[in-house]
Antibody, heavy 120, light 110 residues
Framework: QVQLVESGGGVVQPGRSLRLSCAASGFIFRSYGMHWVRQAPGKGLEWVAVIWYDGNNKYYADSVKGRLTISRDNSKNMLYIQMNSLRAEDTAVYYC?????????????WGQGTVVTVSS | QSALTQPPSASGSLGQSVTISCTGT?????????VSWYQQHPGKAPKLMIY???KRPSGVPDRFSGSKSGNTASLTVSGLQADDEADYYCSSYAGSNNLVFGGGTKLTVL
């Protein structure tokens, strides 16, 4: 079935790095724009980044620009986000999501989320 | 990238209707027909309920409907059921490949 499964979350110290992964299955991964969305504890949803279907265009929220890098490997049906210089405010559940519209922000498939905790 | 404005809470009785608003600006909600609505139950991933202002994905009941007027989008839930009790978030394309979410509305079914 159509599915996204995130992994790679954990507890990390401020200033350190972490890479999250998202494994896609059940659909033609290379045909869809993909996003990362996060949700801090008890807070709302925050859009983080998007990568177009072919990986040639990437865009970021101002809050993560320069520290987080989104990437994909269409041969492996994998989405990634490299998180550097992590801050306490990056603590959140990180979701990967498929964009039904390419880049229009209609997230029709979501993963279960992976928890990132930035703490010393 | 300012968040869209939603009421923190809304409520309605079983079988009744409730409307949740989502207010932005001419740079996001008012400027594009790329408004989406999501339902999120506690501890679960969000679920797409409405996209492109008023379209329903397959499997979403027609009790859920969306609309937009100017810089404000709205989600209406008719025939409220107990399982509709959840958090609801709007989102909008905001130009320059940016997306913005609303702060969320907690819907209580009385």
């Amino acid at each position: 079935q159509v599915q996204l499964v995130e992994s790679g979350g954990g507890v990390v110290q401020p200033g350190r790095s972490l890479r999250l992964s998202c494994a896609a299955s059940g659909f033609i991964f290379r045909s869809y724009g993909m996003h990362w969305v996060r949700q801090a504890p008890g807070k709302g949803l925050e859009w983080v980044a998007v990568i177009w279907y072919d990986g040639n265009n990437k865009y970021y929220a101002d809050s993560v620009k320069g520290r987080l890098t989104i990437s994909r490997d269409n041969s492996k049906n994998m989405l990634y986000i490299q998180m550097n210089s992590l801050r306490a405010e990056d603590t959140a559940v990180y979701y990967c999501a498929r964009d039904l519209l390419g880049n229009g922000g209609a997230f029709d498939i979501w993963g279960q989320g992976t928890v990132v905790t930035v703490s010393s | 990238q300012s968040a869209l404005t939603q009421p923190p809470s809304a409520s309605g009785s079983l079988g009744q209707s409730v409307t949740i608003s989502c207010t932005g600006t001419s740079s996001d909600v008012g400027g594009y027909n790329y408004v989406s609505w999501y339902q999120q139950h506690p501890g679960k991933a969000p679920k797409l309920m409405i996209y492109e202002v008023s379209k329903r994905p397959s499997g979403v009941p027609d009790r859920f409907s969306g609309s937009k007027s100017g810089n404000t989008a709205s989600l209406t839930v008719s025939g409220l059921q107990a399982d509709d009790e959840a958090d609801y978030y709007c989102s909008s394309y905001a130009g320059s490949n940016n997306l913005v979410f609303g702060g969320g509305t907690k819907l209580t079914v009385l």
